[in-house]
């Protein structure tokens, strides 16, 4: 088992901080140190003052000593890093994003990162809406799904990569990038844009804010708490995976609209809500 050696994590928000916070309380094999760099000011130090790390990095070129190095920033901070620090990887090191599109990541990997760097891509599945140091839940990594999506053939970067994501204590999908991009455009970038969606809806001009939040119930709330996320996190993952979402788009308004010219006739509607809610529970398990 590879050891870890010094960390370097680009970007204190709530994933950067989660991951750091994981490590230090499981403590893998090797972990020699984490440090962390973040641009916006202050963040790598609450990061660290909520355990997720040693050392506040104060420039980039520290990042390309580490060992093993987690991109944890928006899509196009990841683009930017990749194309301005990439081709002076060492050799040896792991490189690891935790971007939720892979496609454009993968393909800027193989085009900046060298051969003998073992680069791959990540997307842990959790995290919440929030965003900076503060809303990274302890925890939240245990038993959560882990993408991993490679970008050459390099059986190196995939094992240690699954090592790292064991010290997680999360569990690895592999999983080629454009497979990825797909699903995650049915099942969370349209999700983003049909909270945003929602919320837009309750701009009436005949109803006062005060009257829709007394009405208004948890199955609302539910659906649009993906509308208070970073603005700047969502634009850039929908950026980049602009032609899944789209078509995602245009299969969910296909659908919408089949059940709405059936909610005149019951009979019609009720058997295909209930062959929905038998393919929701083969989709995600009995009782989710």
Do not use: Y
Not at 184 to 199: N, Q
Not at 241 to 262: F, H, R
């Amino acid at each position: 088992m590879r050891e870890l050696g010094e960390v370097a994590v680009v970007g204190a928000g709530q994933i950067g901080t989660l991951i750091g916070m994981t490590l230090r309380e499981r403590s893998p094999q090797g972990l020699a140190g984490i440090g962390l760099l973040d641009q916006r000011e202050g963040r790598s130090q609450a990061a660290v003052n909520r355990g997720a790390g040693d050392t506040v990095l104060d420039h980039p070129l520290r990042v390309l000593e580490a060992d093993t190095i987690i991109l944890a920033i928006p899509i196009r901070g990841i683009l930017g890093w990749l194309r301005a620090w990439g081709p002076q990887l060492r050799p040896g090191s792991l490189l690891i994003d935790t971007g939720s599109s892979k496609g454009l990541v993968a393909d800027t990997m193989s085009q900046c990162v060298p051969p003998l760097v073992h680069a791959i891509g990540g997307h842990p599945i959790c995290g919440n809406q929030g965003s900076g140091p503060e809303a990274a839940e302890s925890g939240s990594l245990s038993g959560s799904s882990f993408a991993l999506t490679p970008v050459r053939m390099d059986p190196t970067a995939q094992l240690w990569a699954m090592e790292l994501v064991e010290a997680l204590d999360a569990r690895s999908i592999v999983v080629d990038p454009q497979l990825h991009d797909r699903i995650l455009a049915r099942s969370s970038h349209l999700l983003h844009l049909l909270s945003a969606a929602l919320v837009e809806l309750a701009n009436d001009q005949q109803i006062t804010s005060e009257l829709w939040r007394q009405l208004v119930g948890p199955a609302f709330r539910g659906m649009t708490r993906l509308a208070a996320s970073d603005p700047e996190m969502v634009s850039g993952f929908l950026e980049s995976n602009s032609a899944e979402t789209v078509a995602a788009v245009g299969e969910l308004i296909e659908q919408l609209e089949s059940l709405a010219a059936m909610t005149p006739r019951p009979d019609q509607l009720r058997p295909v809500l209930g062959e929905i809610a038998i393919r929701r529970a083969e989709l995600l398990g009995a009782g989710q």
